[in-house]
Nanobody, 124 residues
Framework: DVQLVESGGGLVQAGGSLRLSCAAS????????IGWFRQAPGKEREGLLC????????YTAGSIKGRFSISRDYAANTVYLQMTSLKPEDTAVYYC?????????????????WGKGTLVLVSA
């Protein structure tokens, strides 16, 4: 069964940190571009960090630059989104995505595989 499963969301105070996980099963991240996205209520899905596996280039959205970072555990076939200095405007459902060819962060609909998301709530 091919799937992505996000975890690690929750309620955090402004200024706090969270680490989200995205575990893959049925395929290996090595063969895929990886992206983290979020969708706040009433807003479009926003690309945050997208890695092109071919050249290693990483797109980072301006809204999270310097605060969020991505890492990987190859053995566990898991990628992480480390979030620091969280703000109330970071409140959203966070998704990871994978695609063997597409790596654009601006057009989320190009990505083949998606998790169901994990909710992050940041209180003021």
């Amino acid at each position: 069964d091919v799937q992505l499963v996000e975890s690690g969301g929750g309620l955090v105070q402004a200024g706090g940190s969270l680490r989200l996980s995205c575990a893959a099963s049925g395929f290996t991240f090595d063969d895929y571009n990886i992206g983290w996205f979020r969708q706040a209520p009433g807003k479009e899905r926003e690309g945050l960090l997208c890695i092109n596996r071919s050249d290693g280039n990483t797109y980072t959205a301006g809204s999270i630059k310097g605060r969020f970072s991505i890492s990987r555990d190859y053995a566990a076939n898991t990628v992480y989104l480390q979030m620091t200095s969280l703000k109330p405007e970071d409140t959203a459902v966070y998704y990871c995505a994978a695609d063997p060819y597409y790596s654009g962060c601006y057009e989320y609909y190009g990505w083949e595989r998606w998790g169901k998301g994990t909710l992050v709530l940041v209180s003021a």
